[in-house]
């Protein structure tokens, strides 16, 4: 040895060529799944606790609590919000984008700020089909990474924050 010291990476060796590379309309497609799948867990969760509560308070009288179609769409769209949000301007993933090695990042590659996941998150909920952008422009960006300026990379690494050094990580 020559006195120089090797670091064990933690990004696959198939991987490493992607590092920082703007991820595909596949990868985000699966990504958004593996988040939604989260959110149905989520709003199950929720809907289980609010009938532990009801059963703790009411126990003879106790039946299911059912609630109008409505209350629950609205409780799914405002978990995934918050869910998508918070994941975004806490480590700049979700769950799904974590399985699949994402991040989203502004356009100083860091992670987004608070205002910026929330209105991203609020955006992808609401009009979902901005994510078939990315099929289509050359830039593979959503239509709510080109309103917001933000865009997803894969990165594998466990930073919570991302600096410049997403793309020189690639090297």
């Known amino acids: 040895m020559n006195g120089e010291v090797k670091h064990a990476s ?3 060796r198939e991987a490493r060529p992607f590092q920082g590379q ?6 985000r497609a699966v990504a958004c799944a593996i988040d939604a799948a989260v959110v149905v867990v ?5 809907y289980l606790g609010l009938n532990g509560v009801v059963l703790l308070l009411r126990p003879r009288a106790f039946h299911p609590v059912t609630l109008p179609t409505g209350w629950v769409l609205s409780a799914a ?4 919000v918050v869910y998508l949000a918070v994941a975004w301007g806490t480590v700049g993933r979700s769950y799904g984008c974590h399985v699949m090695g994402l991040r989203v990042v502004d356009r100083h590659e860091r992670r987004p700020g ?3 996941s929330l209105l991203r998150a609020a955006f992808c909920v609401l009009v979902p089909v901005g994510l078939l952008w990315c099929a289509i422009g050359r830039s593979r960006r959503s ?8 865009h ?3 990165d594998w690494s466990s930073r919570r924050d991302v600096g410049a050094d ?3 990580a690639a090297t």
Do not use: E, F, N, W
């Open 143 to 150: 239509v709510q990474d080109l309103v917001l300026g933000t």
């Open 114 to 116: 608070p205002v910026v």
């Open 42 to 46: 989520l709003v199950v969760v929720g």
């Open 22 to 27: 703007r991820a595909g309309m596949v990868t």
């Open 152 to 154: 997803v990379v894969y």
């Open 166 to 168: 997403v793309s020189a």
């Open 10 to 12: 933690v990004i696959p």
């Open 77 to 80: 769209l405002a978990t995934a």
